[in-house]
């Protein structure tokens, strides 16, 4: 009986089912079946359903990008030859225009240095063709083809009165043109004769019973007017022979003879702008 108790009591402890455990708390701390566990414990090692296609899509991508950097460095290689001659050609380019632009710089200096010669040679021209204007306007006054304004004097000559009853009282072409000289001589620079300008062409003839100048009549009084300094031009005057022959008709003769100074004077140009002149044909 002990042995039968034993054994019986050997089996109920082999036998005897675990604690109680509470739903509750199995639940709670058990969340996955265990059947569940293990499958998804062995699909963990073997890989996963979703793992292959995950891989194989990997794989594509890999794949493509390899394809994608091998056609793109395929391509730059094709390509690199194309660049080296465009590259060329623009270094080409380059040069040649630095060229064009050293060639425009050098003609462009010798433009500036070819401008300023021309503006020196204007300049140079203008202050010429001032000078020899000046000069121009100079010959011009001389020979009377200009008319000239400035001080100087008036001298009227008139015959005698009749009633003096002195003979040789008429003014001759001769008494004119030593007038004339004297004033020339006094240094009178234009001289007209009741508004004739005088020039070395000019003539004083009697012609008939009046005097010409320049072939026209001139009825007394006879005004001559000559440009010249006013304050030294009178006295000058009658220190020439013609200014003494003046004197001498006046006193001898009753002639008028009147000087008076004058601040502006005007006397016009000769109408006859002609040039004569002489040229030797050889010695003789």
């Known amino acids: 009986m002990n042995g039968q108790e034993e054994g019986d009591?050997?089996?109920?402890?082999?036998?005897?089912?675990?604690?109680?455990?509470?739903?509750?708390?199995?639940?709670?701390?058990?969340?996955?079946?265990?059947?569940?566990?293990?499958?998804?414990?062995?699909?963990?090692a073997e890989g996963g359903p979703g793992s292959r296609p995950r891989r194989l899509a990997l794989a594509a991508v890999v794949v493509a990008f390899g394809v994608m950097i091998g056609v793109s460095a395929l391509k730059t290689e094709q390509d690199r030859p194309l660049a080296l001659a465009e590259r060329a050609e623009l270094v080409e380019q380059i040069h040649l225009r630095e060229q064009r632009y050293d060639e425009r710089r050098a003609t462009e200096g010798a433009v500036e240095t070819e401008v300023t010669r021309l503006q020196k040679q204007v300049a140079d021209d203008t202050s010429s063709n001032i000078t020899l204007s000046s000069r121009l306007q100079l010959l011009r006054l001389d020979a009377g083809t200009l008319a000239a304004s400035g001080p100087g004097i008036s001298v009227?000559?008139?015959?005698?009165?009749?009633?003096?009853?002195?003979?040789?009282?008429?003014?001759?072409?001769?008494?004119?043109?030593?007038?004339?000289?004297?004033?020339?001589?006094?240094?009178?620079?234009?001289?007209?004769?009741?508004?004739?300008?005088?020039?070395?062409?000019?003539s004083i003839r009697y012609a008939g019973r009046a005097i010409t100048v320049d072939y026209r009549s001139l009825t007394p009084p006879y005004v001559v007017e000559a440009i010249g300094d006013p304050d030294t031009l009178p006295a000058r005057l009658l220190e020439t022979p013609g200014g003494q022959t003046w004197l001498s008709l006046e006193a001898n003769f009753g002639i008028r003879f009147d000087t008076e100074a004058r601040d502006t004077l005007t006397v016009p140009a000769d109408p006859h702008d002609r040039l004569l002149y002489a040229e030797p044909t050889g010695s003789r």
């Open 9 to 44: 009591s050997d089996r109920r402890t082999t036998t005897t089912p675990p604690a109680y455990v509470g739903l509750l708390s199995q639940v709670m701390s058990n969340t996955l079946d265990e059947d569940y566990r293990t499958v998804a414990a062995q699909r963990g």
């Open 156 to 202: 009227t000559v008139d015959n005698a009165p009749q009633s003096s009853g002195r003979t040789g009282g008429t003014i001759l072409d001769t008494d004119l043109r030593q007038l004339v000289n004297g004033l020339w001589k006094a240094g009178a620079e234009a001289i007209a004769i009741d508004g004739h300008r005088l020039s070395s062409l000019t």
